[in-house]
């Protein structure tokens, strides 16, 4: 499977740009809707804002760093997916309007802490790097430049497959939050 840079690329900025918009939507509410939750199990809106900070502190350093450390050139136009990262997308990417459940690792579980609307302006600050970043992307080779994951220091993904896990997982935490105003 092959998949053009440039519609890789845009396709992303889309998604980031419709997190942003949501994300500011979510600054109109009060604080007790951001921390409303429809069951004790769910996370509240600031939970999951709250949690994409948490892989934002790890995957944006990541890819900066890589993306100003290798001299990999992008002519490439195509981004070829690894097996794992292409895995690892397929279990953030929302399918059918369907969003699979999985357990968030320990460090990256936002559950109980005092959250405040400053949540959401750390959030819109990491879309801003994240929209420069992917801009830059344009320009690197998406299938050379490995990335560390957060899960483990021994496995690396291409960095396409890293901003497509980045993103999607965003994403899906997004519409997770919008269900709980709607």
Same mark, same amino acid.
């Given at each position: 499977?092959?998949?053009?840079?440039?519609?890789?690329?845009?396709?992303?900025?889309? =998604?980031?740009?419709?997190?942003?918009?949501? @994300?500011?939507?979510?600054?109109? %509410?009060?604080?007790?809707?951001?921390? =409303?939750?429809?069951?004790?199990q769910q996370w509240s809106i600031l939970e999951c804002?709250?949690?994409?900070?948490?892989?934002?502190?790890?995957?944006?350093?990541?890819?900066?760093?890589?993306?100003?450390?290798?001299? /990999?050139?992008?002519?490439?136009? @195509?981004?070829?997916?690894?097996?794992?990262?292409?895995?690892?997308?397929? %279990?953030?990417?929302?399918?059918?309007?369907?969003?699979?459940?999985?357990? /968030?690792?320990?460090?990256?579980?936002?559950?109980?802490?005092?959250?405040?609307?400053?949540?959401?302006?750390?959030?819109?600050?990491?879309?801003?790097?994240?929209?420069? &970043? &992917?801009?830059?992307?344009?320009?690197?080779? &998406?299938?050379?430049?490995?990335?560390?994951?957060?899960? /483990?220091?021994?496995?690396?993904?291409?960095?396409?497959?890293?901003?497509?896990?980045?993103?999607?997982?965003?994403?899906?935490?997004? @519409?997770?939050?919008?269900?709980?105003?709607?």
């Amino acid at each position: 499977m092959q998949i053009n840079k440039e519609q890789l690329i845009a396709e992303l900025l889309s =998604l980031t740009e419709k997190a942003t918009i949501a @994300v500011k939507k979510f600054k109109t %509410l009060d604080i007790t809707q951001l921390n =409303l939750k429809n069951t004790p199990q769910q996370w509240s809106i600031l939970e999951c804002i709250e949690h994409l900070n948490l892989y934002g502190d790890f995957y944006l350093p990541e890819i900066q760093k890589q993306l100003l450390e290798t001299t /990999s050139n992008g002519d490439s136009p @195509v981004f070829k997916p690894g097996v794992i990262g292409n895995y690892f997308t397929g %279990l953030m990417k929302i399918k059918n309007g369907e969003i699979k459940k999985i357990n /968030s690792p320990k460090d990256k579980n936002p559950v109980n802490l005092a959250l405040t609307i400053t949540t959401l302006d750390r959030f819109l600050k990491q879309e801003q790097l994240l929209q420069s &970043l &992917l801009k830059q992307a344009l320009t690197a080779d &998406l299938t050379k430049i490995k990335t560390a994951i957060s899960l /483990s220091k021994f496995i690396q993904l291409r960095l396409g497959d890293t901003l497509r896990f980045y993103v999607y997982h965003i994403e899906r935490h997004i @519409v997770q939050a919008e269900k709980i105003i709607a």
